[in-house]
């Protein structure tokens, strides 16, 4: 039986970056992966999806096209060609990262396509089907989440993303179930395409997760471009199907409600990759389909410790970088008698690729507020940003939730023509602890989207009366700057 120092179980970005930062710290190390290397997100999530967000996007733009003395016929989109080119740049970007070839030129011992790895007990895992067996002093779960099936009468008729990849043509009506990033950005996506989407969910509203403004700007925004908005439902009653494809009867408000569809896309939730690893066995704590860890990403177990989808936090790539460093350091640190460091999350920015694009960082405003601060709340519109009036995409905003006693932000949510890029300006500023101030004096090209940051900042050290003006400029409300403002802009 071979045995190593630390065992990483999961080959996506979190387990990547865990083995690479063990062995970094002379640590004899195995990385297991059931399947392929690169995880959810280069395979089967963030990647293809932005694929096909870009085609989204493409398509969008020959709106536009005469208006710019482009003349010529909109084109046809080709679904499956379309769907063959998610997976040409999946294997790009494997090809790219050449993670095999990364991971054993730096010591470390790949165990890939060996199918699920099983606890013994918590010194020892096994592969397969009862097949070769593997120690380590110390593991690093890093196994991932799955997308939910939901239980109803003909759940077998519903799709989840993974099936997305396997279709061959674009369905007339869809209907997608759940209103958080993946489902608003799968009905956005399918929309421009063509299809008539409805968009259910049992929350008040889309992006429940969101700040209220990026939350009625998609509303609106998805409204207008014809997608039925189904909120506060109560759940699914049952799905059928007839000659003319599937009907979703669904329950709000004490009734049931129907609507038929070519195909039915659930996106509810991501649990993790818990019980095949038998966490019984080696004594692991679960809770709701996670592993639970504590600050030190360190699980029920001293020495296996947790990173990435799997511990249920917060589930983003980035993140999952982060705390698959913090883990690896920890567990390394077991080994030799070290200390182990906390992981404390604060600045992770986030986004949408949906149309328009969303991105947010730290609190939303009513997060702020309930948090006890006191807080001057500044929005900028791209209706006064230059390069959204040349680009003709002046939708969406630029708003920021500050701190009125220190004069940082607390929080950024952008919503319009790049937003998800747009964000990271504001990420930066709070990671680095400094004031809005800093973002109100900063000199950004000129015309750019990014600007957008500079004209909400400087609104905010308005609002927050760190600018000397005269009385009547104060009862204008607004001030010349680089990229000016109108005197009406709200």
């Not at 011992?109 to 097949?131: K, M």
């Not at 509203?205 to 471009?225: M, S």
Request: charged share 20%.
């Amino acid at each position: 039986m071979n045995k190593h120092d630390v065992i990483v179980i999961g080959g996506g970005p979190a387990g990547v970056t865990a083995a690479l930062r063990a062995r970094e710290l002379g640590a004899s190390v195995a990385l297991v992966e059931r399947d392929r290397l690169g995880g959810t997100c280069t395979n089967d999530g963030c990647v293809p999806t932005r694929v096909l967000a870009h085609a989204a996007r493409l398509l969008r733009e020959t709106a536009q096209h005469e208006q710019y003395g482009l003349l010529g016929s909109r084109p046809e989109l080709d679904f499956g060609r379309l769907i063959a080119r998610t997976q040409d740049v999946v294997y790009a970007v494997h090809e790219k990262k050449q993670l095999l070839k990364h991971l054993e030129s730096s010591g470390v011992t790949v165990y890939e396509g060996v199918g699920p790895a099983r606890f013994v007990d918590d010194h020892t895992i096994e592969l397969g089907d009862g097949g070769q067996k593997l120690a380590a002093r110390s593991f690093i779960l890093c196994a991932g989440g799955h997308a939910r099936r939901l239980p109803f009468p003909g759940a077998e008729h519903a799709l989840t993303h993974d099936d997305l990849w396997r279709m061959s043509k674009l369905p007339r009506r869809l209907a997608v179930i759940g209103a958080a990033a993946t489902g608003c950005q799968l009905a956005s996506i399918m929309n421009t395409f063509g299809a008539r989407v409805t968009l259910l969910d049992v929350a008040p509203h889309i992006l429940p997760a969101e700040d209220a403004a990026v939350t009625e700007a998609l509303t609106n925004a998805f409204t207008q471009r014809g997608i039925q908005i189904v909120s506060g439902m109560s759940g699914v009653a049952r799905v059928e199907k007839t000659a003319d494809g599937l009907r979703l009867v669904y329950k709000r408000d004490d009734a049931e409600e129907e609507i038929t569809v070519d195909a039915l896309v659930v996106a509810v939730g991501w649990p993790g990759n818990v019980e095949a690893l038998n966490p019984d066995a080696a004594g692991i704590k679960t809770e709701k389909s996670y592993v639970v860890s504590d600050e030190y990403l360190r699980t029920s177990v001293p020495h296996i410790f947790a990173a990435g989808d799997i511990d249920g936090r917060l589930m983003l790539v980035q993140s999952a970088g982060v705390e698959a460093r913090v883990a690896a350091e920890n567990a390394v640190a077991e080994l030799n008698g070290g200390e182990a460091r906390p992981h404390r999350p604060s600045v992770v920015p986030h986004g949408g690729f949906t149309d328009p694009e969303y991105g947010s960082v730290g609190l939303t405003e009513k997060g702020a507020r309930e948090a006890g601060h006191d807080v001057v709340v500044a929005l900028a519109s791209m209706v006064n940003l230059d390069r959204a009036v040349i680009d003709g995409n002046t939708e969406g905003f630029c708003k920021l939730v500050v701190d009125r006693k220190t004069s940082k932000v607390l929080g950024a949510h952008v919503v319009g023509e790049q937003a998800v890029e747009i964000v990271h300006l504001v990420a930066a500023n709070m990671a680095a602890g400094a004031t809005v101030e800093i973002l109100a004096d900063l000199e950004l090209a000129y015309p750019t989207y990014v600007s957008i940051v500079g004209l909400a900042a400087r609104r905010a050290v308005l609002n927050l009366g760190l600018m000397q003006l005269a009385p009547e400029w104060h009862e204008m409300g607004q001030f010349y700057a680089a990229e000016w403002e109108r005197r009406d802009a709200g």
